[in-house]
């Protein structure tokens, strides 16, 4: 079955401090995909990123960079540089091949204090 | 381009009473979902539409709450009679096919049943 776990509940930074989010993921098939969402107080989910197991490589995008390591199933999102608009729940999801829906972690509320 | 559009955004009806939410989706998006998120969770998924048939109804409480897509565009969510657990955010999202696309989320309709 698949599981996706997202063991920091609320993480506070100040401002330009680098923070990284914790994703470990459950699942049997060798073929799965990995996504980021965050939610911000507006409440709209709003996709970051998705990845498939077959492309281990690091993905960075401006301020953004995640670490996909298949060896301890994480998936691991880090924010450079945090900005007060960053702060919002962000939410690792987790998606197998056919028709099995996507399964989401609790996700990770990110405070950035000024 | 215009996103996933729901309404209304918020809804407080007593226990019992019904409710009913709607959603459309971004324009040529076969796959329509809607999403329960109780607070502090990710969202879970209640039932997933491709074009205008079900794809996967399993976790959706079919005693009281139901899902349509007439046409294979917006879809309603009903749910009669609602009780004081159903309190969340209900959230729909779209994507261009069933596996591996990334969703496209709506801001929700945040229900509060008292």
């Known amino acids: 079955a698949q599981k996706v776990t997202q063991a920091q509940t609320e993480i506070s930074v100040v401002e330009k401090e680098d923070v990284t989010l914790d994703c470990v993921y459950e699942?049997?098939?060798?073929?799965?995909?990995l996504f980021w969402y965050k939610q911000p107080p507006s409440g709209e989910l709003v996709f970051l990123i998705r990845?498939?197991?077959?492309?281990?490589q690091n993905e960075i995008s401006g301020r953004y960079s995640w670490n996909f390591q298949k060896s301890t199933s994480s998936f691991n999102f880090t924010i450079t540089a945090s900005q007060v608009v960053d702060s919002a729940v962000y939410f690792c999801?987790?998606?197998?091949?056919?028709?099995?829906?996507?399964?989401f972690g609790k996700g990770t509320r990110l405070s950035v204090i000024a | 381009e215009a996103g996933v559009a729901q309404s209304p955004r918020y809804k407080i009806i007593e226990k019992r009473q019904s409710v009913a939410f709607w959603c459309n989706p971004i324009s040529g998006h076969a796959t329509l979902y809607w999403y329960q998120q109780i607070l502090g969770q990710g969202p879970k998924l209640l039932i997933q539409?491709?074009?205008?048939?079900?794809?996967?109804d399993s976790q959706l409480p079919k005693d009281r709450f139901s899902a349509e897509r007439l046409k294979g565009v917006d879809s309603t969510l009903k749910i009669q009679p609602a009780k004081l657990e159903d309190s969340a955010v209900y959230l729909c999202a779209s994507s261009l096919g069933l596996v591996a696309y990334e969703q496209y989320f709506g801001p929700g309709t945040r229900l509060t049943v008292t």
């Open positions: 539409f491709q074009n205008n048939g079900v794809v996967d």
């Open positions: 999801a987790l998606s197998e091949p056919g028709n099995t829906p996507l399964v």
């Open positions: 990845r498939n197991s077959f492309d281990e």
């Open positions: 699942t049997r098939d060798t073929t799965y995909y």
